[in-house]
């Protein structure tokens, strides 16, 4: 062979090779935006103990053929708080097992020619993307489709390195002592290091099924390889907990040791251990008496049964040490210092983990309820305001409150281009509506802390003009601060995730009281001024705060309607 030959071989592997990892990732999406939110209510109902968290991820990787894809969401997941460690441990284990049906599906790709099939997928495909009911089917077929497509492409362009045309390609990799541990350690690295690189152990499993069926690659060498690849794919998760706290880094470290532990027991046991899988598949890797036709066969199920046997293997040797694995990976990762409750952060968004658009609402939705609660402090903190008669301890206060208002603007901009970067992808209706009402959340929540500040300034104002209010002014003032403090609370369990009818009723009773005794207190302030109770400029400083507690009614009131997708006379 020439070397344009060559050079045409290379770019037909590596272009196949980047349309099975666009396969893949359609496929997976596809899946994803089918499944919806089912995906999530699974992983947090079904990790009760370590063995229904295990088959939760090995179910769930086998359904979106992602192992990565299940790993971030089981980090993030851990991130929010929804997981413990060592639910997250065992989810992880299951994925493993998971992702080994990939490595099936692609020896079948080898072992059946699929040209006959991929075609009229494709149309099916294309036809089903463009009618609006079956548009997930469709890019779910399409992306198999292409993942398909791929495999033929590379099964192709495996013919052209058949024994006999190629000497030089394999007296290469026949230089290599296939019998010495060394050989078999430097293509483990190799294995890790590519599949780091490309972030794809579907893509490095596909070369080396194909270099191996063509009789390019030697046996120990294509499993070295995949023993690589089971390293070299922890590197998504622990680059999406790079940003993530404490527990999620634990959790991405967890996968990396567990995969780390697996090889070096299988490289004590490697040529055994491989040669056991050869024979139950029916080959002697030692005499390699089969014609290059029955190799194209079975070497790709050889691949496919040894990673099914390590992760298998492992998963059952490991599932009852994930109490000390857990311990291990905290005593390696301590907790960052903490960091006080006045600075600025946010949570639960990480950028480094935004992977899909289900996903990212979760999180967003995590941080707006965050955002709430850091508003229900804030308010806390003005009624404490009302009452604090020492200056510097009030100028202390106001401070803080003034640094609130500052987070609260903050948390605004940030969830706001978080939820734009997940709106820039292709979102189903029912998640552009939820970005939508969340949008209008943390407006309303923002508006919130505007309007404690506001009191908080009517407040200072008093205090620096030396003025006071009456006992009575100060009553009315606390008692239309707890059916404020009352609304909030209500607001905060609908965001939790507490949405009965009757805490939405609640929230909306609430604020009509707000209204009526704002109504009643604007009269009575009125008669009060003019009996001379209290002065013209105290009086319009009390009904300033009263003002402010009716806005505040209504804001929450706001962010309870974008949550339900209500309106108050609808319900």
């Known amino acids: 062979m020439t070397t344009s030959d060559y050079l045409a071989i ?13 396969g893949m990732k359609a496929m997976s999406e596809a899946l994803q935006k089918m499944a919806g939110s089912q995906l999530r209510h699974i992983l947090g109902a079904m990790t009760t103990n370590r063995f229904t968290g295990m088959l939760t991820g090995t179910f769930i990787t086998c359904a979106v053929q992602s192992s990565s894809a299940t790993t971030v969401m089981t ?11 060592a639910q997250a441990i065992s989810v992880i284990m299951g994925a493993n097992i998971g992702t080994t049906l990939t490595a099936w599906i692609m020896s079948l790709g080898y072992s059946v020619d699929l040209s006959n099939f991929v ?3 494709f149309l099916v495909g294309i036809i089903l993307i463009y009618t609006r009911r079956m548009r997930y089917i469709g890019d779910f077929l399409f992306g198999l489709s292409f993942m398909f497509f791929s495999l033929v492409l590379l099964s192709s362009a495996g013919s052209a390195l058949r024994l006999e045309s190629n000497v030089a390609i394999i007296h290469f990799f026949r230089s290599f002592d296939v019998n010495s541990y060394f050989t078999i ?4 690295a190799i294995g890790t290091l590519i599949t780091c690189i490309v972030q794809s152990s579907a893509a490095v499993m596909a070369i080396t099924i194909m270099m191996c069926s ?5 046996i120990y060498l294509g499993i070295a390889l995949v023993m690589g690849e089971n390293i070299g794919t922890t590197i998504t998760a622990n680059l999406a907990a790079l940003a993530a706290n404490t527990q999620a880094r634990r959790a991405a470290l967890a996968h990396l040791m567990f995969n780390v532990i697996g090889v070096i027991w299988v490289l004590c046991l490697f040529y055994p251990f491989v040669n056991t899988v050869c024979r139950f598949v029916g080959y002697d890797p030692q005499t390699n008496n089969l014609t290059h036709q029955q190799l194209a066969i079975k070497l790709p199920i050889i691949l496919a049964a040894f990673h099914t046997s390590f992760n298998v293997i492992n998963t059952a040797m490991l599932m009852g040490f994930i109490p000390q694995l857990e311990r291990m990976v905290c005593l390696i990762i301590k907790p960052r210092k903490k960091e006080e409750d006045e600075e600025f952060r946010l949570r639960f968004i990480q950028a480094g983990i935004m992977k899909t658009p289900e996903l990212s609402v979760l999180e967003a939705s995590k941080e707006i309820h965050s955002f709430a609660e850091r508003m229900q402090r804030m308010f806390g903190m003005v009624r404490e305001l009302l009452v604090t008669k020492d200056e510097n301890a009030f100028v202390k206060l106001f401070s803080r409150i003034e640094k609130y208002e500052g987070i609260s603007d903050n948390m605004e901009i940030e969830i706001a281009k978080y939820l734009d970067g997940v709106s820039n992808a292709h979102l189903s209706d029912e998640t552009k509506d939820k970005v939508r009402a969340m949008l209008r959340e943390i407006s309303e929540l923002e508006s919130i802390g505007d309007a404690c500040y506001n009191i908080a300034r009517t407040e200072n104002r008093r205090i620096t003009s030396k003025e006071d209010f009456t006992d009575e002014q100060i009553s009315r003032i606390n008692q239309m601060f707890a059916l404020v403090d009352n609304a909030l609370s209500e607001m905060n369990n609908i965001l939790v995730g507490h949405k009965q009818d009757n805490n939405v009723n609640l929230s909306f009773n609430i604020e009509n009281e707000i209204n009526n005794y704002r109504n009643q207190l604007r009269s009575q302030n009125i008669n009060d001024v003019n009996d001379h109770k209290y002065t013209y400029a105290i009086g319009t400083m009390y009904m300033d705060i009263i003002q402010e507690c009716e806005k505040l009614g209504d804001y929450i009131v706001n962010v309870v309607e974008a949550r339900m997708g209500v309106r108050q006379q609808e319900v």
């Open 10 to 22: 290379t770019f037909k592997i590596i272009g196949s090779l980047a349309l099975l990892i666009y």
């Open 119 to 121: 075609f009229p997928a």
């Open 214 to 218: 063509t009789g390019v690659l030697p």
């Open 75 to 85: 980090v993030s997941f851990v991130n929010a708080g929804l997981l413990t460690l």
């Open 185 to 188: 350690i430097i293509f483990l």
